[in-house]
């Protein structure tokens, strides 16, 4: 499994925490920027992880800003695109088991370290679990 993470300047200084329990955990990740805590534009990142997520199928894709919220707005605009922003262990596990989510997104001012390492491990603890939910994820790609 290999993960793509991006974030912008806000998301910046947890970056590093992440990359470093995924690798630890003996997950492949490629870092797509930012590569400095100078103001970008989200969604330029945004849409970089969501591209590498289409174009390698199986791979899921991180993304940071402040809030999570204008990260997981500009990748759910390409089709193909999951992106669920979590708050903590259970929006994380759900969006994996209920929404077959394919980004994570969750905002570096909002959760702190401890909360970070409880929604990464709950994105990768799940997998979609298909059934009625299948027909549900369907519709969201029109």
Known sequence: MK????????GYEVKP???DYLKKKGIEVEDLGTYSG???DYPDFAH???????ENPGSMG????????GMSLAANKHK????????????????????????????ARIVGLGVIE???????????????HERRVEKIDI
Do not use: P
């Not at 991180?62 to 919220?69: A, E, F, K, T």
């Open 118 to 132: 409880s929604i990464l491990d709950a994105w990768i603890a799940n997998e979609f679990e298909g059934g009625r």
């Open 3 to 10: 993960y793509f993470i991006g974030t912008d300047h806000a």
């Open 62 to 69: 991180i993304l940071i800003c402040g809030s999570g919220i």
């Open 38 to 40: 100078e103001s970008v």
């Open 48 to 54: 970089k992880v969501a591209e590498a997520v289409i």
């Open 80 to 107: 193909g695109i999951r992106a669920a922003l979590c708050h903590d262990y259970y929006t994380a596990a759900m969006a994996r088991k209920h929404n077959n989510a394919n980004i994570l997104c969750f905002g």
């Open 17 to 19: 925490f992440v990359i």
